[in-house]
């Protein structure tokens, strides 16, 4: 088992910033694949942000790639993701997520997700 805690959401304006968090407990956390997804209002659950264990190897959805950075630092366990130039349709709640394999990210195929945080961003 491994447990996802996410934080670092909040209330911000458009074109500001957030960094969010997620820690991880449980099994060894350098042997998983993490990836950020986030679901809207009404919408369905969306891919964000992929990285490899190792993290040498990032991939974004087209909706956020070069305004977003994921990153991993394995000594603490902690994936994280770096929202910039962020935009009213970036509101939705952000989830962690653990798999095996990096693929399996990007497929939605997905080992363990966390509870998320909810990121809102005003006009």
């Known amino acids: 088992q491994v447990q996802l805690l996410e934080s670092g959401g909040g209330l911000v304006q458009a074109g500001g910033s957030l960094r969010l968090s997620c820690a991880a407990s449980?099994?060894?956390?350098?042997?998983?694949?993490m990836g950020w997804f986030r679901q809207a209002p009404g919408k369905e659950r969306e891919f964000v942000a992929a990285?490899?264990?190792?993290?040498?190897?990032?991939f974004y959805s087209d909706s956020v790639k070069g305004r977003f950075t994921i990153s991993r630092d394995n000594a603490k366990n902690t994936v994280y993701l770096q929202m910039n130039s962020l935009k009213p349709e970036d509101t939705a709640v952000y989830y962690c997520?653990?798999?095996?394999?990096?693929?399996?990210?990007?497929?939605?195929?997905?080992?363990?997700w966390g509870k998320g945080t909810l990121v809102t961003v005003s006009s």
């Open positions: 997520a653990a798999a095996r394999v990096f693929s399996q990210v990007v497929k939605y195929d997905i080992d363990y």
């Open positions: 449980g099994r060894t956390f350098s042997n998983y694949a």
């Open positions: 990285i490899r264990w190792s993290g040498d190897t990032t």
